[in-house]
């Protein structure tokens, strides 16, 4: 069985297709398979718990799932398996856990049903306690080391959550064992009410490498009380999504200083809506590879408070071909930027850029070379956003051959600030 796994893990890593029923990497629009049950027909106003729609097609006889919860009061919870029937959830089977105070303990359930691959493999399960949940983790056990459980979808209400970000043994890829809200087999996941408990401050590595999720619905957060510090790893590896939407999120507590490898790896993202505002810490603003391999073809920072950061780190352009649009850079103070070119956000790297206004940045060596489809505007917007260097014999490299497409006068504008425009 581990040999299985280990298969079928090395193909998800390498782009060969997602564990489970569901589309292909090549559709465009996921579609909720019909061998699921029906959660939508639940009505969540008044629960708080979860759903766990569990794939086990693989599993054949003695089932078994493994969580590791922790409650309020470390009370009991309990974990039913059931079916719904006429918009209502049937128990079919109950266990009750034993709340843990440490992240590294497992509560497994095993259930009493032989598994027919022709009615069974999908089942689910419901997580609800008596108090509240403060975590839910996902875990890897002996069944299949490191891989952690087959849940397909997750759907609930949890308000009193602090604790969204994952924790793992190492930064292996077999040595992972705990997720507290990222599986690599999760599809789709709706959870309303996270945030009310105003407790959720750090964000790191909630979905990442939930490389089969291909649906999040994120409008049911409530984030207005949270002093959210960073969004770190966020996203990344989740190379299925299509679309990460934070409109509807109220960030006025955020002091957030940290998006560093948020959407790295997300290759098929194609839409991202921040807040309309996010607002950021006074002090340093850590992007490094924010958007590295990302699908993404345009971004959007106007609504960044810019002028709270005392520093900017790191470049979050790192290879990323896509983008052919990056607004709001432009706001960042000059005195947030570092003198060092590669540790600034620079799109050397974004081969089809063509909307971008630059920044305001004295470092030396900037270079646009790559950058062949930039618009003679933003050619000279980047001009007219270089700051005044504190010496002589400063450069900066335009695009081959798009010199010429510049006015004498918006050249000017740099050579008149002591830049060398080449």
């Not at 266990?95 to 049903?113: A, I």
């Not at 401050?201 to 009380?225: A, C, H, I, P, R």
């Not at 270079?367 to 010496?391: H, K, R």
Request: proline share 4%.
């Amino acid at each position: 069985m581990s040999a299985f796994y280990d298969l079928l893990l090395a193909k998800k890593l390498s782009g060969g297709g997602s564990p489970g029923p569901g589309p292909s990497p090549s559709s465009d629009d996921w579609t909720r398979p019909s061998t699921w049950p029906d959660l939508d027909s639940l009505d969540l106003t008044d629960f708080e718990g979860v759903y766990l729609t569990y794939d086990l097609t693989e599993f054949g006889a003695d089932p078994h799932i493994a969580l590791n919860v922790r409650t309020q009061d470390n009370a009991d919870f309990n974990v039913d398996r059931g079916h719904i029937s006429n918009g209502a959830f049937v128990v079919d089977e109950s266990f009750t856990g034993q709340s843990h105070t440490s992240d590294s303990m497992t509560q497994r359930f095993r259930f009493n049903e032989a598994l027919d691959p022709a009615n069974g493999n999908v089942q689910l399960f419901r997580v609800t306690t008596t108090t509240s949940f403060l975590w839910i983790y996902f875990t890897g056990d002996d069944v299949h080391p490191g891989v952690d459980q087959p849940c397909v979808e997750r759907y609930g209400r949890l308000s009193n959550v602090t604790k969204i970000d994952t924790w793992y043994n190492s930064g292996s890829y077999k040595t992972y064992q705990c997720y507290s809200w990222s599986t690599r087999w999760l599809q789709h996941d709706k959870v309303v009410g996270v945030g009310a408990s105003n407790l959720i401050t750090t964000m790191d590595y909630t979905y990442s490498f939930s490389n089969s999720l291909e649906k999040v619905e994120l409008d049911g957060w409530q984030m207005g009380g949270c002093a959210l510090t960073t969004l770190g790893n966020a996203f990344s590896n989740c190379s299925m999504l299509k679309t990460v939407d934070m409109s509807a999120w109220d960030t006025s507590s955020w002091v957030l200083r940290n998006i560093s490898s948020t959407f790295m790896y997300c290759a098929n993202l194609r839409e991202l809506k921040w807040p309309s505002v996010v607002n950021l810490a006074a002090a340093s603003f850590s992007t490094n590879n924010a958007f590295q391999f990302c699908g993404l073809k345009s971004v959007d920072f106007r609504g960044f408070t810019f002028d709270r950061i005392t520093q900017w780190t790191g470049n979050p352009f790192q290879q990323n071909a896509s983008f052919e649009t990056i607004l709001g850079l432009e706001n960042i103070p000059a005195a947030a930027i570092l003198t060092n070119w590669n540790n600034c956000p620079n799109p050397s790297y974004c081969y089809g850029l063509k909307n971008y206004k630059g920044i305001h940045c004295a470092a030396n060596y900037q270079t646009y070379s790559n950058n062949q489809a930039l618009s003679a505007e933003s050619l000279a917007a980047i001009l007219a956003n270089l700051e005044e260097p504190a010496g002589t014999g400063y450069n900066i490299s335009l695009p081959t051959n798009q010199k010429a497409r510049l006015t004498a006068a918006q050249i000017a504008v740099a050579t008149d600030k002591g830049w060398t425009v080449n």
